[in-house]
């Protein structure tokens, strides 16, 4: 292979890194319990809200960031970050499209993503989270018909206040790790959704997080619950300008299914990588945790990373109720000098839960990609089983798989499988493709798509496309 | 439609095509018999575009250029196509959709529009039907778990999707039954027309019994020793290439 003329290809920009001009309402940098307090202000919020925020804060002060995993970065100094930034709008929430800042609604559209109802996205809901505030929520009154709350967090906190105590932080408590915390004490926004009992959520939800000012740090939550026999499937999208300094990112997702409800929680992730040479780009510290509560609860994780300059996240099942079913399918690709470590945890907790892991890390450039998992049977978990699949594939010499599966077992009824392979992209293959006329991106995007395809499928269809696309952009040339 | 001139091939600087001579017409039916390891292979990915495999001396001309400078892509768009000896596999990507690409990719380049999911879908049927093989081979991935006669009869039918002007088949019956043989054959006669010409490597004479070749040539160390009509493979057949004589003559070129 041409290095020279492969590496030319490499250096494709960031589609999404523009920057929008608008008026925002930021807070002085660094943190302080007064920065707590006047976040929960801002948002009008009751006082339990401020309390558990104040509690984590707290909390968090007492901790000292992870160093387990295989991420490298220069330490962030968290005095240098603004704690919130949102557009200047006239109240806290939007109350309709109709009060949402044109240029607003121009950015979202340059992004592909309409928020006008009647948009190309017919049939999916979309909450706009931008910077640290939900910008807009479309379809909600529809949905509201059946009883379905689709909100921005900070609503919920007001207007669902029962649901909100009743939930928040009983999936990732307050204190549960370093970047957990910092959230917990900070989040501005994020989305709640709620379905009720014996309720299938007829459209896909969807928020799309979109980081715009400079220096912020951004802190969604998002909460889903659904209640018995419902059924909801979600999806996240993200973007960020193209900036020179790095950017925090600390998400918190908890999802509570009770008995015989259905979540699925699919992520495209394309945050902004930072340059060819490593400088910028997103950090992204993500705690994602769903708990299926009830018999026969089901959880699904989906997720295709291709952004951010770092990514430490770990979507995890808490399969407490009998017969409950955890599944993460994840497609992780590193290029240029990305880092990603992420994986997944399984804990089977109920008697016949099951569990399904597919992991599939592309690495190119001098991207390194780590798939860290646990699956933990505990000794109740009579008839549990888990089967996990993670194959590797490197693109160039310099890229670096790594798998590091941890397995727990205290039943020993439990049948637990892992299967791992790791390939590089074949010279033969590519071949073998170019002689029946493709060129070798498109030969490169055939395999690759091939080697995701059990990812894939696992999108709603419009999104399997588009993480197609996407990872064909994020691969341009990338063989080596 | 393509002329080889003295050619020389190196792998790895290791000289494995010693000086062939080779003209083909269109319309015409070429067989390459010969040896394990006479170069058969090298000869076909060197005319496909194989990296690596680099001409140290002599021509090679197709249509009115020479090909040493165009990639295997530019190669395949301009009508060449080689049959794999060892068809390779690309786990995950169905077979449909790997020919749909590929043949849309030709079209793009021909200028011609591209066939969409339904005007594919009947196009390749037919093909299917012509070469009697099953529909399910459509959704399958591309070659993975197929069995050595299932791999070349896909190659088959990417030939007669893809329609080349120039098709080389390297040792396509090689270890084929009867049924996959007949498969080949179809394709083979199906594709034969006076402005297309079809190179055929194969070890045996037995494929010749279903494709007449016009000219029969045999490759041995790097060099074509002999040439002749059909006859010639049935001679090789009754007596075998120790017939040839090779190792005594391997140093000078044969004359025919
Ligand atoms: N990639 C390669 N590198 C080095 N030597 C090779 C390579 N491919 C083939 N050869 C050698 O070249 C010679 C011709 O091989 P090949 O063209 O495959 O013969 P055939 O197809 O007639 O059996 C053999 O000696 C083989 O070992
Ligand atoms: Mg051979």
Redesign the pocket.
């Known amino acids: 292979m041409d290095n020279l003329e492969l590496q030319r290809h490499l250096d494709t920009e960031y589609r999404w890194g523009f920057v929008t001009d608008i008026e925002q309402d930021t807070l002085p940098m660094g943190l302080d319990e007064d920065v707590v307090r006047l976040i929960s202000a801002k948002k009008g919020e009751p006082a339990f809200m401020l309390d558990w925020r104040l509690k984590a804060y707290r909390h968090w002060l007492t901790m000292t960031e992870p160093t387990w995993s295989s991420v490298r970065y220069p330490a962030i100094d968290y005095q240098t970050l603004h704690y919130y930034s949102a557009p200047k709008t006239r109240d806290s929430g939007p109350k309709s499209l109709a009060e949402v800042d044109p240029e607003l609604l121009r950015t979202y559209e340059k992004l592909g993503i309409p928020l006008a109802e009647r948009g190309a996205l017919a049939g999916v809901a979309v909450d706009a989270v931008f910077d640290s505030v939900s910008v807009a929520t479309t379809f909600k009154d529809k949905l509201e018909q059946l009883g379905i709350l689709f909100c921005p967090f900070s609503e919920a906190v007001i207007k669902y206040p029962e649901l909100v105590q009743q939930y928040l932080g009983s999936v990732v408590p307050y204190t549960d790790n370093f970047f957990a915390s910092l959230n917990s004490a900070v989040f501005s926004d994020g989305s709640f959704v709620y379905v009720p009992k014996g309720v299938r959520c007829p459209m896909e939800l969807s928020t799309y997080f979109r980081i715009n000012a400079r220096n912020t740090g951004q802190f969604e939550r998002t909460l889903i619950i659904a209640d018995e026999g419902g059924y909801v499937s979600y999806l996240e999208g993200c973007t960020a300008p193209t900036r020179d300094e790095n950017q925090l990112h600390a998400a918190v997702v908890e999802l509570v299914a009770l008995q015989d409800a259905r979540i699925k929680y699919s992520t495209v992730q394309n945050w902004y990588p930072g340059d060819a040479e490593g400088r910028g780009g997103i950090y992204n510290f993500v705690t994602k945790r769903g708990d299926c509560r009830g018999e026969r609860a089901h959880i699904s994780w989906t997720q295709v990373e291709t952004g951010s300059a770092i990514t430490w996240k770990y979507p995890s099942c808490i399969l407490r109720g009998d017969h409950s079913v955890g599944e993460f399918y994840s497609v992780a690709l590193t290029n240029h000098h990305q880092q990603a470590d992420t994986g997944t945890k399984m804990i089977h907790i109920g008697r016949d839960t099951r569990s399904t892991i597919v992991s599939k890390g592309i690495a190119a450039g001098y991207g390194s990609n780590a798939y860290r998992g646990l699956v933990k049977v505990l000794a109740t978990a009579e008839g549990a089983r888990n089967h996990t699949q993670c194959d590797s594939l490197l693109m160039s010499p310099t890229s670096a798989a790594h798998t590091f599966p941890y397995i727990e077992v205290r039943n020993p009824g439990a049948i637990v499988e892992h299967e791992a392979t790791t390939s590089r992209i074949g010279e033969d293959q590519l071949f073998y493709l170019q002689s029946r006329g493709l060129d070798e991106e498109e030969a490169v995007n055939l395999i690759v798509n091939g080697f995701c395809k059990e990812v894939f499928k696992e999108l709603p269809m419009e999104f399997a496309v588009e993480a197609q696309k996407l990872l064909a952009v994020s691969l341009e040339g990338a063989v080596g | 439609m393509l002329e080889i001139k003295d050619l020389h091939v190196s ?2 600087d ?1 000289a ?1 095509l010693k000086g062939i001579d080779l003209t083909v017409k269109p319309g015409e039916i070429h067989a390459i018999m ?1 040896p ?7 000869l076909a990915q060197v005319l496909a575009g194989r990296e690596g495999y680099r001409v140290t001396q002599g021509s090679l001309r197709y249509l009115d250029s020479d090909l040493p400078p165009f990639s295997p892509e530019a190669r395949a768009r301009a009508g060449i196509f080689l049959a794999f ?1 060892y068809p390779i596999e690309i786990p995950g990507v169905a077979n449909a959709q790997f020919l749909r690409s590929a043949l849309n990719s030709q079209r793009g380049y021909r200028g011609e529009p591209e066939l969409d999911a339904f005007d594919f879908l009947e196009f390749v049927k037919g093909r299917l039907a012509m070469l009697e093989i099953d529909d399910s081979f459509l959704y399958r991935s591309l070659n993975e778990g197929f069995s050595g006669g299932e791999k070349k009869r896909n190659e088959i039918l990417q030939m007669a999707v893809l329609e080349p002007r120039l098709a080389i088949l390297d040792e396509t019956d090689s270890g084929l039954d009867i049924d996959a043989l007949k498969v080949v054959a179809r394709g083979v006669n199906a594709l034969r027309a006076p402005d297309r010409a079809i190179i055929l490597v194969t070890h045996y004479q037995r494929l010749l019994e279903y494709i007449v070749p016009d000219r029969v040539h045999v ?1 041995a160390e790097g060099r074509i020793v002999r040439s002749g009509d059909r006859d010639l493979a049935l001679e090789l057949e009754a007596k075998g290439y120790g017939w040839l004589n090779l190792r005594n003559n391997c140093e000078e070129p044969f004359i025919p």
């Open positions: 792998v790895d290791k494995i010969g394990n390891g006479s170069g058969k292979s090298t000896q490759l």
